[in-house]
Antibody, heavy 124, light 107 residues
Framework: QLQLQESGPGLVKPSETLSLTCTVSGGSVSSTGYYWAWIRQPPGKGLEWIGN???????YFNPSLKSRVTMFVDTSKNQFSLNLGSVTAADTAVYYCARRLAVAPGVPNWFGPWGQGTLVTVSS | AIQMTQSPSSLSASVGDRVTITCRASQDIRNVLGWYQQKPGKAPKVLIY???SLQVGVPSRFSGSGSGTDFTLTISSLQPEDFATYYCLQDYTYPLAFGQGTKVEIK
C-alpha cells in the first residue's frame, strides 16, 4: 500500500527558504503514470494547490507561487521535495504531499493517497 | 484562472438528514470536478471524481452530480462519521483550484 510522509523543519524565519521532503513507501516515485504534488492549508483556512512534478522532472506550479517554488524528485531516495523561497507569515500552513495521475488536464483525476501533513510556521 | 465558489460555507444538520453542497465554477469545466472530505487534523480524502464517480470504498450515501459550471455533492442520510469539511476541486485546467470548503456540523 502506497504511503507518503512529509518531513522538514517546523519553523522557518521570514525571508528564508522553506524546504520539505515527501518520502514514498510501498511504491516508487519513478513509477510512470503519476504526478507528485504539494498542497497547503493555512491554519483554519482552505486548501491551496502548490504544484506537481513528474519523475522525469516536468512541473506545473500555481502562478501565485511560481516565482518562489522549486520541486525535485530524488529517485535514489524515493523522495520528492518542495522549496519555497522568501517566505512570510502568509506561508504558515500545513503542507501535504500527495499523488495524482499523470494525465492531461481535462481528464478526470484525483489526489490520493496523501501524507499526514506537516505544519510549517514562519516566524522570527 | 478558474474560481470555485462553494455554498454554503457551513451548515448544521442532524443524523439521518439529506445534505446538499453546491460548487460553481467561473467557467465551463465539463465534468472534471472532484469532492474531498477532511476531518479535523487529517488529510483530505477523495469521495467523488469526474463529478459523479464514487471512489472505491466510499459509502453509496455519497453522490455527485453536475457538469459545466454547477455541481452538487449529496449525502443521502447523514451519519455521525460524516461531520467534516467538504471541498470541491476543479481538475479541468491548471492552476488547479479548490472551493473554499463547507463545514458540516452537528445540529
Amino acid at each position: 500500500q502506497l504511503q507518503l510522509q512529509e518531513s522538514g523543519p517546523g519553523l522557518v524565519k521570514p525571508s528564508e527558504t522553506l524546504s520539505l521532503t515527501c518520502t514514498v513507501s510501498g511504491g516508487s516515485v519513478s513509477s510512470t503514470g503519476y504526478y507528485w504534488a504539494w498542497i497547503r492549508q493555512p491554519p483554519g483556512k482552505g486548501l491551496e494547490w502548490i504544484g506537481n512534478i513528474y519523475s522525469g522532472g516536468s512541473t506545473y506550479f500555481n502562478p501565485s507561487l511560481k516565482s518562489r517554488v522549486t520541486m525535485f524528485v530524488d529517485t535514489s531516495k524515493n523522495q520528492f521535495s518542495l522549496n519555497l523561497g522568501s517566505v512570510t507569515a502568509a506561508d504558515t500552513a500545513v503542507y501535504y504531499c500527495a499523488r495524482r495521475l499523470a494525465v492531461a488536464p481535462g481528464v478526470p483525476n484525483w489526489f490520493g493517497p496523501w501524507g499526514q501533513g506537516t505544519l510549517v510556521t514562519v516566524s522570527s | 484562472a478558474i474560481q470555485m465558489t462553494q455554498s454554503p460555507s457551513s451548515l448544521s444538520a442532524s443524523v439521518g438528514d439529506r445534505v446538499t453542497i453546491t460548487c460553481r465554477a467561473s467557467q465551463d469545466i465539463r465534468n472534471v470536478l472532484g469532492w474531498y472530505q477532511q476531518k479535523p487534523g487529517k488529510a483530505p480524502k477523495v469521495l467523488i471524481y469526474a463529478a459523479s464517480s464514487l471512489q472505491v470504498g466510499v459509502p453509496s450515501r455519497f453522490s455527485g452530480s453536475g457538469s459545466g459550471t454547477d455541481f452538487t455533492l449529496t449525502i443521502s442520510s447523514l451519519q455521525p462519521e460524516d461531520f467534516a469539511t467538504y471541498y470541491c476541486l476543479q481538475d479541468y485546467t491548471y492552476p488547479l483550484a479548490f472551493g473554499q470548503g463547507t463545514k458540516v456540523e452537528i445540529k
